[in-house]
């Protein structure tokens, strides 16, 4: 096997070992099958076995009520910035109020404003999006068709704390998880929708799992094209047609891993111990790393740093190379660094990467 390095990417990121393990052998047969599961029906007992499994796995995890529906999708998380106003917003003649924490729930926001009207209750750019807003900074509309939030920002790495988000009233709460779902456990019946890509804690590219309360699929109307209709997707168990069976299968591979390894509690507990070994490298530094997040909102699965110039950056990656630590330059907007340190991160490569930052400090401060 080609040595594997430890991965920093954003997503598609890091997978547990265990599970590529399986997954390896079950792309020349699954077990009683014969049958490779990039060759097996989407009809088969067998794959329905897998999404069962699968759903019931989400729902074990987060304790999920039995109002939701669960549906696996395609078209990634930015598919759910268009179906969510199509379904949710469009024809209710109401508006629908975003949190703009980051780049997430911006593109969500200007999706969303195709198909109806848009109020941003808070936008944190012009602060350079480094913070959550704070409780008396959100005044939501008692009528509005929805409330929308970014739990984790994964560009500007800042996370909503679990019991922080805002109090939206009767107004359903929609949640874009993509980049910290079960990264701790989360009381999902505070939102009227959850939803996550799969690329970044759950699995690969390809597919996208949103649990939805049953009142708010009813929402969808008949005009919709069949496809982006929640309802049709529900009612179907998300086998109206060909869904995207490997990403189901691998995201109840990951969700065997996370209920053996003492599910979202045992998750939340390394998750911030992970963290910690960043955030303390940085504030160790006495300012030579700055981390891009405000301390209330740091995120455990992103950690955005910044180096004092761009010659230190580029000598601080190209060192992080050498230690078999990659993917590790910010994005584009953001500049500077960012690791992201998903469940499937090992320790042993967060504590690596923290080594590193402490020794580079003690060799350019
Ligand atoms: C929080 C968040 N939302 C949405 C997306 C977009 O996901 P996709 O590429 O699956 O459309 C991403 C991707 O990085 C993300 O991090």
Known sequence: ?????????????????????????????????????????HRSKAFGAIIESAEANFRKL???PEN????????GASMQFAMLPMNLLRNTGKSADFVVT?????????????????????????????????????TFDADAAYAYVCS????????????????????PMLCDASSDVFCRPLNLSQFGVYFACAQKNAGPAGVTVVAMRDDLVERSTDDLPTMLSYKNMAENNSLFNTPPTFGIYVFKLI????????????????????????????????????GHAHRECRSTMNVAFRMPNDELQAAFLEGAK???????????????CRASIYNAMPEEGVKRLADWMNEFYDKNK
């Not at 598609?12 to 060759?39: F, K, Y």
């Not at 198909?115 to 008396?136: A, D, M, S, T």
């Not at 891993?257 to 111990?273: A, D, H, P, T, V």
């Not at 630590?325 to 994005?331: A, F, I, N, P, Q």
């Open 255 to 290: 969700t065997d891993w996370l209920l053996e390894m003492g599910g979202l509690s045992k998750m939340e507990e390394i998750n911030k111990r992970k963290a910690g070994y960043l955030y303390d490298a940085i504030d160790h530094s006495n300012g030579f790393y700055t």
């Open 1 to 41: 096997m080609e040595k594997r390095v430890y991965n920093f990417s954003p997503g598609p990121a890091v997978l547990p070992l265990p599970v590529l393990e399986i997954a390896q052998r079950d792309l020349l047969a699954l077990p009683g099958t014969g049958i490779s599961i990039l060759e097996i029906s």
């Open 62 to 64: 987060y304790n999920l």
């Open 322 to 336: 050498t230690r078999d630590l990659v993917e590790l330059k910010g994005h584009r907007s953001v500049g500077g």
């Open 68 to 75: 939701y529906r669960v549906m696996f999708l395609q078209g």
């Open 152 to 171: 984790n920002e994964t560009i500007q790495g800042i996370q909503y704390p679990a019991d922080a988000f805002p109090k939206t009233g009767n107004v």
């Open 102 to 138: 980051g780049t997430w729930s911006k593109k969500a926001a200007e999706e969303s404003a195709k198909f109806g009207k848009v109020n941003v209750v808070w936008n944190g750019k012009p602060e350079n999006f480094v913070r959550k807003p704070l409780p008396q900074d959100l």
